[in-house]
């Protein structure tokens, strides 16, 4: 059963350091890519940051240039997302995600049960 198992979030004042982390379990086949969502309120889900596999390249969204970290423990089949300086605008509910697909491989997106930030002035 693939499992995509979240820590880290919470309640945080503007200017500290948010890390969350993803731990991927069921022997998931084909994955592209790795990464966080996040879904402010009353806004649709949106990409925050994603690493993939074969090469490396990681995508974000521009509201967290030079703010963030993306890191992938390969032994560990954990992602981490580190967001520095964190603002009120990053608040919301962030989601794993595990993106699979490829020549042999149904395209897929996995996703957590997500993890409520909340940022406060």
């Known amino acids: 059963q693939v499992q995509l198992v979240e820590s880290g979030g919470g309640s945080l004042h503007t200017g500290e350091t948010l890390r969350l982390s993803c731990t991927v379990s069921g022997g998931i086949l084909g994955i592209e890519s790795m990464g966080w969502y996040r879904q402010a309120p009353g806004s649709e889900r949106e990409l925050v940051a994603k690493?993939?596999?074969?090469?490396?390249?990681?995508k974000h969204t521009g509201a967290v240039k030079d703010r963030f970290t993306l890191s992938r423990d390969n032994a560990e089949n954990t992602v981490h997302l580190q967001i520095d300086n964190v603002k009120p605008e990053d608040t919301g509910v962030y989601y794993c995600?595990?993106?699979?697909?490829?020549?042999?491989?149904?395209?897929?997106?996995?996703w957590g049960q997500g993890t409520q930030v909340t940022v406060s002035s």
């Open positions: 995600n595990v993106h699979t697909g490829g020549r042999f491989v149904k395209a897929t997106d996995y």
């Open positions: 690493i993939f596999i074969d090469d490396g390249i990681i």
